[in-house]
């Protein structure tokens, strides 16, 4: 079976190799099914980009082949399958850099193509072999340690020395960033307003602990150790980074917080200010990446007579976790991941909680999250099969987004199926559910808005068990001591918290840029799916994520841990490429369609 999936990629692979490099696109074309998908990090596009039918694949080719040279596509290991479905990994190269990719053949066609950049020729990572010796082995006066010239270094970037490369953002996303940019040598100063890396997740509510599981959430280049907790606490996460950051020898600016940042047309650089232990300092790097979060501003709703509230109210992101709430009367609106965790945390401490559910929410119970959607490629079942952490994350990128669904839908069915008396048990209880408006469930409701699921780790069993209670349907006003919904129930309260989301990230470049460039940028997030709080056009890729977006030199990165370690390596060489003055030609710079 292998011979025969082999021979049919290494037949296909041939045919591929020489119609590249004779720059013969419907050579190219014919190799591929009916209505096939490309889907491209950055190797030939400069770009996230995903090609779908064969319209687009020939005006990329068209557009790239010259400057791009693509060759030697070769297999990296034995293919799988057989001759009528067959799966491989394979290597490839470029004029400028080495890539790694996956391919799909249905009878000996093309159905995906992922290609991805791997390395840069002649800039690549100092490891393995390539490491640097770390010591000069002759003795002389005056010599200076390794920490005397770290801290030379250090004093010196931002000062005498200017980093190419400014981190808005110093949670998981601009650390892992930081790193794979520490690797590549780009000159990189990460700024985080907190006062030690890992304070972002430290001050969350108590009880946080992460509902991916350890195998998904791994940081570039060190993976957590064997031993680390599937689910690991908050603290935990915090300190990994404090330390992670340290060691990765990381220019982490902490206690300094960003207060404006403009583009200079005439120099090509942005000037970027910040405070600094309480002093004023001027950064002028060429290029800026905001890396704060997977959204922006907390959103709060207005609702008539807030002002007239008695008692507390605050967003989520300001919920503290613990203390003492016997007796109080809490009301949280909302009803997704955040909402369920500080109700399971307000119960725990003795208040009498009450969720407000305003639409359906999608929820999965965390067991079957792991076994059913996520086992085959982030488990010890998936690293005993050979799945790695970088291969999981490749074959999860495999699947573009128009397919996506396909495969993820069967999946939530048999959840649906398997968790039955539990979901009837929650609509008993009143609790409204839906698995996404297509069925196609978590992630994908994840990748569309961000929002509007739960990964049950026991709150949905305080909600069945209606020591969570439950008001479902729209407020409709609040009082001095009630929130009023739109039926005219009264929900008595001591304390309100919205759980009510986040706006998207361009939101904090309005503030630190300009509204203009923010709405220059446009929404981050989603990919145009026409679904709940994703509009359209169609657009196949998140927007403005890890890419060029449509103000030079301004980039967004961001995500969960799994999307911060995968697509941080993009990110890197495409800046790593501009400081060492490569070509970047980007096809098809995406267009602006949201404003915040």
């Given at each position: 079976?292998?011979?025969?999936?082999?021979?049919?990629?290494?037949?296909?692979?041939?045919?591929?190799?020489?119609?590249?490099?004779?720059?013969?696109?419907?050579?190219?074309?014919?190799?591929?099914?009916?209505?096939?998908?490309?889907?491209?990090?950055?190797?030939?596009?400069?770009?996230?980009?995903?090609?779908?039918?064969?319209?687009?694949?020939?005006?990329?080719?068209?557009?790239?082949?010259?400057?791009?040279?693509?060759?030697?596509?070769?297999?990296?290991?034995?293919?799988?399958?057989?001759?009528?479905?067959?799966?491989?990994?394979?290597?490839?190269?470029?004029?400028?850099?080495?890539?790694?990719?996956?391919?799909?053949?249905?009878?000996?066609?093309?159905?995906?193509?992922?290609?991805?950049?791997?390395?840069?020729?002649?800039?690549?990572?100092?490891?393995?072999?390539?490491?640097?010796?770390?010591?000069?082995?002759?003795?002389?006066?005056?010599?200076?340690?390794?920490?005397?010239?770290?801290?030379?270094?250090?004093?010196?970037?931002?000062?005498?020395?200017?980093?190419?490369?400014?981190?808005?953002?110093?949670?998981?996303?601009?650390?892992?960033?930081?790193?794979?940019?520490?690797?590549?040598?780009?000159?990189?100063?990460?700024?985080?307003?907190?006062?030690?890396?890992?304070?972002?997740?430290?001050?969350?509510?108590?009880?946080?602990?992460?509902?991916?599981?350890?195998?998904?959430?791994?940081?570039?280049?060190?993976?957590?150790?064997?031993?680390?907790?599937?689910?690991?606490?908050?603290?935990?996460?915090?300190?990994?980074?404090?330390?992670?950051?340290?060691?990765?020898?990381?220019?982490?600016?902490?206690?300094?917080?960003?207060?404006?940042?403009?583009?200079?047309?005439?120099?090509?650089?942005?000037?970027?200010?910040?405070?600094?232990?309480?002093?004023?300092?001027?950064?002028?790097?060429?290029?800026?990446?905001?890396?704060?979060?997977?959204?922006?501003?907390?959103?709060?709703?207005?609702?008539?007579?807030?002002?007239?509230?008695?008692?507390?109210?605050?967003?989520?992101?300001?919920?503290?976790?613990?203390?003492?709430?016997?007796?109080?009367?809490?009301?949280?609106?909302?009803?997704?991941?955040?909402?369920?965790?500080?109700?399971?945390?307000?119960?725990?401490?003795?208040?009498?909680?009450?969720?407000?559910?305003?639409?359906?929410?999608?929820?999965?119970?965390?067991?079957?999250?792991?076994?059913?959607?996520?086992?085959?490629?982030?488990?010890?079942?998936?690293?005993?099969?050979?799945?790695?952490?970088?291969?999981?994350?490749?074959?999860?990128?495999?699947?573009?987004?128009?397919?996506?669904?396909?495969?993820?839908?069967?999946?939530?069915?048999?959840?649906?199926?398997?968790?039955?008396?539990?979901?009837?048990?929650?609509?008993?209880?009143?609790?409204?559910?839906?698995?996404?408006?297509?069925?196609?469930?978590?992630?994908?409701?994840?990748?569309?808005?961000?929002?509007?699921?739960?990964?049950?780790?026991?709150?949905?069993?305080?909600?069945?068990?209606?020591?969570?209670?439950?008001?479902?349907?729209?407020?409709?006003?609040?009082?001095?001591?009630?929130?009023?919904?739109?039926?005219?129930?009264?929900?008595?309260?001591?304390?309100?918290?919205?759980?009510?989301?986040?706006?998207?990230?361009?939101?904090?470049?309005?503030?630190?840029?300009?509204?203009?460039?923010?709405?220059?940028?446009?929404?981050?997030?989603?990919?145009?799916?026409?679904?709940?709080?994703?509009?359209?056009?169609?657009?196949?890729?998140?927007?403005?994520?890890?890419?060029?977006?449509?103000?030079?030199?301004?980039?967004?990165?961001?995500?969960?841990?799994?999307?911060?370690?995968h697509y941080s390596n993009y990110l890197a060489l495409q800046l790593k490429a501009r400081m060492e003055g490569l070509p970047t030609p980007v096809?098809?710079?995406?267009?602006?369609?949201?404003?915040?």
């Amino acid at each position: 079976m292998a011979e025969t999936a082999n021979s049919t990629a290494q037949a296909w692979l041939t045919q591929f190799d020489d119609a590249l490099r004779s720059r013969n696109t419907e050579a190219v074309l014919e190799l591929f099914e009916e209505h096939p998908y490309w889907r491209d990090f950055v190797s030939f596009t400069w770009n996230l980009k995903t090609l779908e039918g064969k319209g687009q694949i020939r005006n990329m080719l068209n557009a790239t082949l010259e400057d791009i040279r693509p060759s030697n596509w070769t297999l990296a290991e034995d293919a799988t399958g057989d001759a009528a479905n067959t799966e491989a990994w394979v290597n490839f190269e470029t004029s400028q850099a080495r890539g790694y990719a996956h391919l799909r053949l249905r009878d000996g066609k093309c159905w995906t193509l992922l290609t991805t950049m791997q390395e840069l020729k002649g800039f690549e990572e100092k490891k393995g072999p390539r490491r640097e010796k770390g010591v000069a082995h002759h003795i002389s006066k005056g010599r200076k340690s390794w920490l005397e010239l770290k801290e030379e270094r250090e004093a010196r970037l931002g000062y005498e020395d200017q980093p190419y490369t400014v981190i808005i953002g110093g949670g998981q996303g601009g650390i892992g960033l930081g790193a794979r940019l520490r690797r590549l040598g780009v000159p990189t100063i990460i700024i985080e307003k907190n006062q030690k890396p890992g304070d972002s997740w430290r001050n969350r509510y108590k009880s946080l602990h992460l509902h991916d599981p350890v195998w998904y959430d791994h940081l570039p280049y060190m993976k957590f150790p064997d031993d680390w907790p599937v689910f690991a606490a908050k603290d935990k996460i915090g300190d990994w980074l404090e330390h992670y950051t340290r060691i990765m020898e990381l220019n982490y600016w902490s206690g300094t917080e960003c207060t404006n940042a403009t583009y200079d047309q005439d120099a090509r650089e942005w000037i970027v200010h910040v405070i600094r232990d309480g002093q004023p300092v001027t950064l002028r790097p060429k290029q800026l990446v905001f890396a704060l979060g997977v959204s922006g501003y907390p959103h709060v709703p207005t609702f008539e007579g807030a002002e007239s509230f008695l008692g507390e109210q605050y967003h989520s992101s300001r919920h503290p976790g613990g203390g003492d709430w016997t007796g109080k009367k809490a009301v949280v609106i909302g009803s997704n991941n955040s909402a369920h965790d500080i109700c399971a945390d307000l119960w725990e401490h003795g208040a009498d909680v009450t969720m407000v559910q305003r639409s359906s929410t999608h929820i999965a119970r965390s067991e079957s999250l792991m076994d059913l959607a996520l086992g085959d490629l982030y488990s010890e079942k998936a690293l005993a099969n050979g799945i790695t952490t970088e291969k999981a994350d490749l074959l999860f990128a495999s699947l573009p987004y128009r397919i996506l669904p396909d495969a993820q839908i069967p999946v939530y069915r048999e959840m649906a199926e398997r968790d039955a008396d539990f979901y009837s048990q929650l609509e008993e209880a009143g609790f409204e559910l839906d698995f996404g408006v297509d069925g196609s469930g978590l992630f994908l409701k994840y990748l569309r808005r961000g929002s509007g699921y739960y990964i049950d780790v026991g709150a949905s069993q305080l909600i069945i068990d209606g020591r969570v209670k439950l008001a479902n349907g729209h407020v409709s006003k609040i009082t001095g001591s009630a929130v009023v919904m739109d039926n005219g129930t009264e929900v008595e309260a001591d304390v309100i918290i919205y759980a009510t989301g986040y706006g998207s990230m361009n939101g904090w470049l309005a503030d630190l840029v300009s509204p203009e460039i923010a709405d220059s940028v446009g929404k981050c997030w989603g990919y145009g799916s026409e679904t709940p709080k994703d509009p359209g056009p169609w657009e196949g890729e998140l927007r403005n994520m890890w890419k060029p977006t449509n103000v030079e030199n301004l980039w967004i990165h961001g995500g969960n841990l799994h999307q911060s370690r995968h697509y941080s390596n993009y990110l890197a060489l495409q800046l790593k490429a501009r400081m060492e003055g490569l070509p970047t030609p980007v096809f098809e710079l995406q267009a602006s369609h949201h404003t915040r």
